[in-house]
Nanobody, 117 residues
Framework: QLQLVQSGGGLVQPGGSLRLSCAAS????????IGWFRQAPGKEREGVSC?????????YADDSVKGRFTISRDNAKNTVYLQMDSLKPEDTAVYYC?????????WGQGTQVTVRP
């Protein structure tokens, strides 16, 4: 079955860390650019970060996550990661990964990240 499978969310205290994983099943991520998005309650889905398919260039959508979040990919494991450090309550959201290549687009199932004392 062709899909993206996410893991790694959960509940963490402010200042804590989580690492989200996005693994492809049934296809290779080598050609795909991968993005992480999040959707907080009552808000629209927003981009967080993305990583290119060739040179692995990275992009962070907002200054609020720069220096705290790190996107990376391991093509050998067919997986992309989002390392989130120094988490804040405003990072609470459902996080989604998205893989895109030409007309092929895949979304992960989403994983909840909750940051609270």
């Amino acid at each position: 079955q062709l899909q993206l499978v996410q893991s790694g969310g959960g509940l963490v205290q402010p200042g804590g860390s989580l690492r989200l994983s996005c693994a492809a099943s049934g296809f290779t991520l080598d050609y795909y650019a991968i993005g992480w998005f999040r959707q907080a309650p009552g808000k629209e889905r927003e981009g967080v970060s993305c990583i290119g398919n060739s040179d692995g260039s990275t992009y962070y959508a907002d200054d609020s996550v720069k220096g705290r979040f790190t996107i990376s990919r391991d093509n050998a494991k067919n997986t992309v990661y989002l390392q989130m450090d120094s988490l804040k309550p405003e990072d609470t959201a459902v996080y989604y990964c998205k893989a895109a290549w030409r007309s092929y687009i895949w979304w992960g199932q989403g994983t909840q990240v909750t940051v609270r004392p």
